[in-house]
Every structure is written in structure tokens, then in C-alpha cells.
């Protein structure tokens, strides 16, 4: 099974990368059917999901996200692109902030 790992510090606090989690989760949920389980704490959040050959998890905290994911056979034949639309879509989100 194929793995990915990303990391990205920013300096948002946690409340404001929280928001832009969860709006990541819904699009990711809508646009791929994903499942998504948002569970919100005090000073970690983790995003829990699965589906269309991936899960994983995102953590969430106020200096740092890091997402981990397995990725099934199929789209492990796909690592790379998605790897990179997902590199993508966090610089996107730490710089709409």
C-alpha cells in the first residue's frame, strides 16, 4: 500500500486552519466522494477519511498540518498526480488566509 505524507507549518492559529479544514473536507467529500469525520478538540483537530481507493488522516494544529494517507491499488498508480494536486490544494489554502 502507497503512502503519502504532508506537512505544512503555518501561523494561522488554530480556529482559522480549523475553517479552512473543514472546507477542504466538504469539497474533498462533494467533488471525490469522500467520507469525512470531523473531530474538533482543544488543541488537535483530526480530520478522519476514506473512500475512492484512500483514507487517512489530517491533523490539525494551530502551527502545523499533516496529512497522512494510504492510498489502495488503484490509486497508488496515481501517487504522484495526487500527491501533487494535494501539495497544490494546501499551499493554496495556507495563502488564502
Known amino acids: 500500500m502507497s503512502q503519502i505524507l504532508i506537512e505544512r507549518q503555518h501561523a494561522l492559529g488554530l480556529p482559522v486552519v480549523r475553517q479552512h479544514?473543514?472546507?477542504?473536507?466538504?469539497?474533498?467529500?462533494?467533488?471525490?466522494g469522500v467520507?469525512?469525520?470531523?473531530e474538533a478538540g482543544?488543541?488537535?483537530?483530526?480530520?478522519h477519511f476514506e473512500g475512492n481507493g484512500i483514507e487517512g488522516q489530517l491533523h490539525v494544529t494551530e502551527t502545523q498540518?499533516?496529512?497522512?494517507?494510504?492510498?489502495?491499488?488503484?490509486?497508488?498508480?496515481?501517487?504522484?498526480?495526487?500527491?501533487?494536486?494535494?501539495?497544490?490544494?494546501?499551499?493554496e489554502m495556507l495563502q488564502a488566509a
Open 21 to 32: 479544514a473543514q472546507t477542504w473536507a466538504s469539497k474533498a467529500s462533494d467533488k471525490f
Open 35 to 38: 467520507q469525512c469525520r470531523y
Open 42 to 47: 482543544d488543541q488537535q483537530d483530526v480530520l
Open 65 to 91: 498540518l499533516r496529512l497522512q494517507a494510504q492510498l489502495g491499488f488503484l490509486a497508488a498508480m496515481f501517487q504522484d498526480q495526487i500527491e501533487a494536486k494535494l501539495n497544490a490544494q494546501f499551499d
